[in-house]
């Protein structure tokens, strides 16, 4: 196993991961480097994983939820760098718009209990199978479909509430 690789490619969804967990851009880059580093420290073993990735989203959740236990589960809302940059042929009036609407869609997200936050991501931005996100996150498919289900279906009642 090389971890140039095949495991530093892996950062990217290891980040995404964390992020969507910890709502904190430095705390998931210090979960990436915490990741990578416990990865390295154990590549001897690592041959023997049938999923390597996986098994480093399992480590990144793992390490994200236990920073999200020692500050007290303090939710931050995703800061406006993170958000895409509007199209220049939008009016101002329409990015303005369209920036309070996804706002307000990341606080609805982040209202999500952590299950169903992960799921959602992980199916929805990471493109994993039930199978995968099951492995991930130490679930049953069916409650991997639940817990999309219900996460969906809290931000389609409430998204159009606003």
């Known amino acids: 196993m090389d971890f140039?690789?095949?495991?530093?490619p892996l950062k990217n969804?290891?980040?995404?991961?964390?992020?969507?967990?910890?709502?904190?851009?430095?705390?998931s880059e210090d979960i990436v480097q915490d990741t990578l580093l416990k990865l390295w420290e154990r590549h001897e073993e690592l041959s023997?994983?049938?999923n390597l990735e996986s098994f480093a989203i399992s480590a990144a959740r793992n390490l994200a939820l236990d920073r999200i236990a020692l500050h007290q589960n303090k939710v931050i809302t995703l800061n406006e760098e993170l958000h895409d940059t509007a199209d220049s042929s939008v009016s101002a009036?329409?990015?303005?718009?369209?920036g309070e609407r996804m706002d307000m869609f990341h606080q609805l997200i982040s209202q999500l209990p952590e299950k169903q936050r992960t799921a959602i991501h992980l199916r929805d931005i990471e493109g994993k199978t039930y199978r995968e996100i099951g492995e991930i996150m130490g679930i049953s498919e069916s409650d991997v479909k639940i817990s999309i289900y219900r996460g969906r279906d809290f931000l389609k009642k409430n998204f159009r509430n606003l």
Request: glycine share 0%.
């Open 4 to 8: 140039t690789r095949d495991i530093l």
């Open 13 to 27: 969804v290891l980040f995404r991961t964390a992020l969507r967990i910890t709502m904190n851009r430095e705390e």
């Open 48 to 50: 023997s994983v049938n």
């Open 93 to 98: 009036h329409e990015q303005l718009v369209m």
